[in-house]
């Protein structure tokens, strides 16, 4: 039997993994797929910064009216290795602990939205304040980090108190790491990368208010269960199997019933025919019995018990 290719063992952990590991998978694949297209168009003398364009959330209005779709895809692209990882063990810490009491469909419900109100944040901040869109070549919006921030801030407003063991630092509860995180970006926020400090704590706003609704028994998203189903879908989807119809035990069962009593009869039939042989040998004789007879009552006493 041939081994698994390393595609195809990557395919099957994406499939066997929850939706916090396929949400890893899909950011480090765009973020490798991303460096070889950079490498690719660098070799050709291409600026690979086109490709970006596409795919990054521009802090200018007018570019983001023409990408539009750039509030969505941004929340999924990363180019700096650093920046990819701390977000993906970030991802991995919050998200494991939100699949602790809630659900994969709202998870990825909160990364979403969170991506999407950090969006919103970002272009706000340079509408609102004149000074950041003087900025010369203000930075685009990319990565998982307001997402993040709205897991982080969901769930622990969802279990505030939940002690967590850290390194070094051993049990904390799970709000004062909330508070850390925030007054970092609030301390990272200057004139120069003001928007995406911004755009962080618009991750964080949805976090606090779907958080507070969860906790007081109300699935804020409720009446779009079946759009987010369909979305849900997109990521939590299980790998196609091949079906083999199998008789179900209760089909068993009846099938081998019907063997058991065949049998049954069929024996009671026998044993009936050989009382009868039995009686005329009594009454007269064997040599009353039939070719016929004499061969049934021979195959009736060689058979086994």
């Known amino acids: 039997m041939e081994s698994d290719s390393f595609w195809d063992k990557l395919k099957l952990k994406y499939y066997q993994g929850n939706i916090v590991i396929r949400l890893i998978f899909i950011n480090v694949g765009i973020f490798l797929v991303l460096r070889l297209l950079f490498a690719i168009m660098s070799m050709t003398g291409s600026d ?12 200018m209005t007018d570019a983001f009216l023409e990408r539009p779709w750039t509030a969505l895809t941004y929340m999924f692209v990363h180019f700096g290795f650093m920046h990819l990882l701390t977000n993906m063990l970030l991802l991995y810490f919050f998200g494991v602990l939100f699949l602790r009491w809630l659900s994969e469909r709202q998870l990825l419900i909160f990364y979403i939205v969170g ?3 950090g969006a919103i944040f970002f272009v706000l901040g340079y509408l609102l304040f004149p000074s950041l869109g003087n900025i010369e070549n203000p930075a685009p919006l990319i990565g998982a980090s307001a997402s993040v921030m709205a897991l982080c801030i969901a769930i622990t407003v969802y279990r505030p108190d ?17 508070i850390i ?6 301390l990272s926020i200057t004139k120069m990368n003001a928007g995406v400090g911004l755009a962080h704590l618009g991750g964080a706003l949805p976090g606090l208010v779907l958080g507070l609704s969860l906790r007081n028994g109300h699935d804020f998203f409720a009446w779009i269960k079946p759009i987010s189903y369909r979305l849900s879908g997109l990521f939590i989807k299980k790998p196609k199997m091949k079906v083999k119809y199998k008789r ?6 009846y099938r081998a019933s019907d063997v058991d009593q065949e049998y049954r009869n069929k024996k009671k039939r026998d044993s009936d025919r050989m009382d009868e042989i039995l009686d005329k040998v009594k009454l007269s004789g064997y040599d009353s019995l ?4 004499k061969k049934e009552l021979f195959d009736f006493s ?4």
């Open 302 to 305: 060689n058979k086994p018990r």
């Open 248 to 253: 179900s035990s209760s089909e068993r069962t």
């Open 162 to 178: 939940e002690n967590i063991t850290m390194f070094l630092l051993g049990n904390i509860k799970l709000k004062y790491i909330a």
């Open 115 to 117: 991506g999407l109100c």
């Open 290 to 293: 039939t070719q016929e007879e």
């Open 181 to 186: 995180l925030i007054a970092f970006d609030m």
């Open 48 to 59: 690979g910064k086109v490709v970006l364009d596409w795919i990054q959330m521009p802090a």
